[in-house]
């Protein structure tokens, strides 16, 4: 899908000529952050919450994040963002003499679309981005009508912006990094999309974007590009039998989803506790 040009209203725009988020194509070598969206449901006419979170974030630390969620707009439709508690560093405080707001969000319902930036001027690591947790929330609400069973996905894509401002050409990546000693560095970004569905059915499924030719997927043992409860069963059969039941490398990656280094029956129970709707995310 084509990416839309976007202007994300005054103060952000004035936000996009300090922020560290506009990035020069230098990467931190090897590191990498992941942004996904949670599922939900709700029904025709209700109301809907998701959250938007940034996990694995390196030990540097997130300087700034710029990024935006496309979404269906004759099916959903936003009514609030809200800073997560992620932000909630003591950023703001620690730099009274800022005019712009570290968390900025725009969102543009006709079009199908939510922008939104956090960056600082700190040079501070303290004040960065650190470990993982919610960025920002997302209300919304389906449209009166919609079809049970409709799977509305929303779809984190880059915004789409001049590079520059003397440039035409416009920004087609995620943006997340920090600046050191001058030099602005991105960490590669892996994208977890999420899905709404309409009526009483559980989402099952949390759909997949990537970043460059690397596919990943947060618990997807199998590899499949889904995350179901046979995701749980592969890693206690790779744990019993791995030389019948071994998960493949990328199998490896993906399975390693409890926060702790290494695959093991934590990862699985992680799983199983998504699935029965414990937890907001694996």
Same mark, same amino acid.
């Given at each position: 899908m084509k990416t /839309? /040009?976007? &202007?994300? @209203? =005054?103060?952000?725009? =004035?936000? +996009?000529? +300090?922020?560290?988020?506009? +990035? =020069?194509? %230098? #990467? %931190? !070598?090897?590191? *990498? &952050?992941?942004?996904?969206?949670?599922? *939900?449901? !709700?029904?025709?006419? @209700?109301? #809907?919450t998701v959250d938007v979170s940034v996990s694995d974030i390196p030990d540097t630390g997130l300087q700034g994040c710029q990024f935006s969620l496309e979404f269906d707009s004759s099916v959903i439709s936003v009514t609030s963002v809200k800073a997560g508690a992620l932000t909630e560093n003591g950023t703001t405080s620690a730099d009274p003499s800022s005019i712009l707001p570290n968390f900025n969000n725009y969102v543009d319902n006709a079009k199908g679309f939510v922008s939104i930036m956090w960056s600082t001027s700190l040079d501070e690591p303290t004040y960065w981005l650190k470990g993982e947790g919610v960025l920002f929330t997302v209300t919304g609400t389906v449209a009166e009508g919609t079809k049970d069973g409709t799977k509305s996905e929303i779809k984190i894509v880059p915004t789409g912006r001049n590079v520059t401002s003397s440039s035409e050409i416009i920004n087609e990546e995620v943006d997340c990094g920090y600046v050191k000693n001058g030099e602005k560095v991105k960490y590669d970004v892996k994208l977890v999309n999420g899905i709404v569905t309409v009526g009483n059915e559980k989402p099952t499924e949390t759909t997949i974007s990537t970043s460059g030719s690397d596919k990943y997927l947060k618990g997807d043992a199998n590899v499949d590009g889904r995350l179901t409860i046979a995701d749980a069963t592969a890693i206690v059969q790779h744990l019993g039998n791995q030389d019948e039941y071994g998960l493949s490398e990328q199998g490896l990656i993906n399975a390693d989803c409890d926060g702790d280094p290494g695959v093991t029956g934590a990862d699985a129970n992680r799983i199983q506790m998504w699935e029965a709707g414990l937890i907001p995310e694996v």
């Open positions: /839309k /040009k976007i &202007v994300i @209203g =005054a103060v952000a725009a =004035a936000m +996009l000529s +300090l922020s560290v988020c506009s +990035l =020069a194509p %230098a #990467f %931190a !070598a090897d590191e *990498t &952050v992941q942004v996904s969206v949670s599922n *939900t449901s !709700a029904e025709a006419g @209700g109301s #809907f």
